[in-house]
């Protein structure tokens, strides 16, 4: 692997590259120093300008530590669970059920007529408009009940011999890979207004637990999807052979052999869509509002509440940020086994 | 080897379920919403205005500059992340001195929330505090307007996004270096290429596929834009630096505007299918050829 492009330089060229690298490197980490080291500053520490060394410059503290826990700017210790919470159960049943269904893609045949595509749409938005319009049922009963009959229709008229191309894998995978491109807040509005529509027939959707976390595995499965097919296609089919020839149903087969073998890729999907359910701001501003707020929404909030605190701030990004520190410590170690190679194929 | 097997059903009916009530449904809503004209506050009941709402927003101003500002902020910091990425890749690749080291720091920024890095460029730009404006003025560059004159913001945003993104770049390019054969390079090396005629000669043309999928990733994500935005200068000062989403988001949360909002989502969603599209046209025929 050396022969790329470095050798053929002469040594002080190699030291220019390093240098830049490491200013890169630097670029990089500084901002990080700076808030670690602004978390334990005190304000008159803050305001006196810039300093940089702990205990040589200045007297580190543990007070906005200790105020942040006291929930003096907002109740830092539950958004904190509610985050853990949501994240950890998002991340855990997308990756489940978006592994189940890139083992489909990647070992079972599916047939989509274009047709029952098209039939699904039509009647989807044409039952919505009719119930809505015609039978006068508000906005959220004509959805619920367009939707299962949609549904059907569509599951029926992909028996029946339509004409039209047929699609295969490939576009299934397409299709789910595409829901990534749409900008958020196209469905997060949507989203938010749909949610509370269901919140007038009695079901609360709106700043709960199950309406942010049903979101959430949503918006995961693209991507969930999309990795976890490269590492089910890595793994050699002659082991699900054997075991087809002992006749081990299909489930059997997923649970015991593929499960176990794809295991870091599991893990490493589980991470990324962990990190990215931690993070994530659009949805949870439109869909939150006090119980279920999550981190992001609070720390965003921190200098329009106060103005320019910088200690407390600090101390808050931080919360936010350390856990997915550690990931990021976890997940390069198994990037090194070429991890992500697959995925940009 | 494809099975067919009825518990194929089983595996994939759990996700495509949660992805349709998710993604498709709110879209037929919102679809439909836009050809009203709704608001909640004042309370209008709605009424059918058919394009109108499409009609109004092409005619206003300020849905022209959040997009001409999206695109900037999208284009310039891909271009930026793009370059740097791709030349700290190669050499890191190379096994530049301390390689190991960098890695994980390289790694940590594209983890870390949006929102959190905002606030952080925040306190490194405050044009008082800072440590930035301490580093420029031993330079005679002493309070620099960092977040409050338009064109400082908009380029301090960009600083921003090209930080947190420029590590999936060194990913993803990394890894792309690391599947390109190496007698390739050999034969090269036999003929006397240069370096410099090594990169462009081999490595930049086998790298464009890869470099091709990295550039529309980002871009179609940087298109998303909001809530570094949002931290860091709330669109401001005046509306110089609005996103579209942030644009939405006024629009529908604040003045709570229904049907408006749902036509500019979809006039975004428009835009951004538009780009997509252009982008893989222009790209095809380069990426054809070098097979």
């Not at chain 1, 045949?109 to 809505?132: D, I």
């Not at chain 1, 994530?280 to 119980?291: G, I």
């Not at chain 2, 004209?37 to 709402?53: A, E, F, K």
């Not at chain 2, 190496?182 to 003929?191: F, G, H, I, K």
Request: aromatic share 14%.
């Amino acid at each position: 692997m050396s022969g790329q492009g470095l050798t053929g330089l002469p040594q002080w060229s190699r030291r220019l590259v390093a240098v830049g690298v490491l200013a890169w490197c630097l670029i990089t980490v500084f901002p990080l120093y700076w808030v670690v080291v602004t978390a334990f500053k005190t304000p008159p520490g803050v305001v006196g300008g810039p300093t940089y060394l702990p205990f040589i410059d200045f007297t580190p503290t543990l007070q906005p530590f200790i105020d942040l826990y006291q929930g003096i700017r907002g109740e830092f210790f539950r958004t904190f669970l509610n985050s853990t919470i949501v994240g950890l159960s998002a991340a855990a049943i997308a990756t489940a059920i978006g592994a189940m269904a890139a083992y489909a893609l990647v070992r079972f045949e599916f047939k989509v007529r274009l047709g029952a595509g098209l039939v699904f749409f039509l009647l989807a938005l044409g039952g919505y408009l009719l119930f809505n319009a015609t039978f006068g049922f508000t906005r959220s009963q004509a959805l619920l009940l367009a939707f299962p009959i949609a549904l059907i229709a569509a599951v029926v008229a992909n028996r029946l011999p339509l004409p039209g191309p047929i699609l295969g894998n490939e576009d299934i995978l397409f299709w789910f890979v595409s829901q990534r491109m749409f900008p958020p807040i196209v469905t997060a509005f949507a989203l938010y207004l749909l949610y509370s529509e269901i919140g007038r027939l009695g079901f609360q959707l709106i700043d709960s637990y199950v309406g942010l976390t049903l979101c959430y595995v949503a918006f995961s499965l693209p991507i969930v999807v999309w990795l976890m097919r490269d590492f089910f296609e890595a793994i050699p089919i002659e082991v699900e052979e054997a075991a087809m020839v002992d006749n081990v149903p299909s489930w059997r087969i997923f649970i015991g052999i593929v499960v176990p073998m794809s295991m870091n890729g599991l893990l490493a999907t589980f991470m990324i869509t962990l990190a990215f359910v931690w993070n994530e701001f659009l949805f949870a501003l439109f869909l939150t509002n006090s119980r279920w707020q999550t981190l992001p929404i609070l720390v965003a909030g921190q200098n329009s509440q106060r103005g320019d605190e910088w200690w407390a701030i600090s101390a808050a990004a931080l919360v936010a940020i350390v856990p997915m520190m550690i990931m990021a410590g976890l997940l390069s170690r198994m990037m090194r086994s070429g991890l992500l190679l697959g995925a940009i194929k | 080897m494809m099975r067919n097997d009825p518990i194929k059903h089983v595996f994939i009916w759990p996700a495509v379920l949660v992805v349709l009530a998710i993604s498709i449904f709110p879209l037929i809503y919102s679809l439909t919403t836009s050809f009203l004209s709704y608001r909640l506050i004042p309370p209008i009941p709605p009424r059918v205005v058919w394009l109108g709402n499409y009609a109004t927003l092409l005619q206003e101003p300020r849905f022209w500059s959040a997009l001409f500002t999206t695109t900037l902020i999208a284009f310039i910091a891909v271009g930026l992340q793009y370059a740097i990425g791709f030349g700290v890749a190669l050499a890191l690749n190379a096994r530049v001195p301390g390689e190991r080291l960098f890695r994980v720091a390289l790694l940590l920024p594209m983890l870390l929330a949006p929102v959190a890095v905002a606030l952080v460029a925040r306190m490194m730009f405050n044009p008082t505090m800072g440590p930035l404006n301490q580093f420029l003025s031993k330079f005679g560059l002493v309070n620099l307007p960092f977040l409050t004159n338009g064109h400082w913001a908009l380029a301090c945003i960009i600083a921003v996004e090209v930080w947190q993104w420029t590590p999936f770049v060194i990913l993803m390019m990394l890894a792309g270096l690391q599947t390109l054969p190496e007698d390739v390079y050999e034969a090269a090396e036999l003929e006397n290429a240069s370096a410099w005629q090594q990169f462009w000669g081999i490595t930049f043309p086998m790298m464009l596929p890869i470099s091709a999928a990295v550039v529309f990733i980002r871009l179609i994500e940087s298109y998303k834009i909001m809530d570094t935005v949002f931290v860091m200068t709330g669109g401001g000062p005046g509306v110089d630096t609005e996103t579209l989403t942030l644009f939405a988001y006024q629009e529908g949360f604040k003045k709570f505007n229904l049907g408006y909002t749902s036509a500019l989502s979809f006039l975004f969603l428009i835009a951004i299918t538009i780009i997509g599209v252009t982008y893989l046209a222009l790209l095809r025929p380069h990426l054809e050829k070098r097979r």
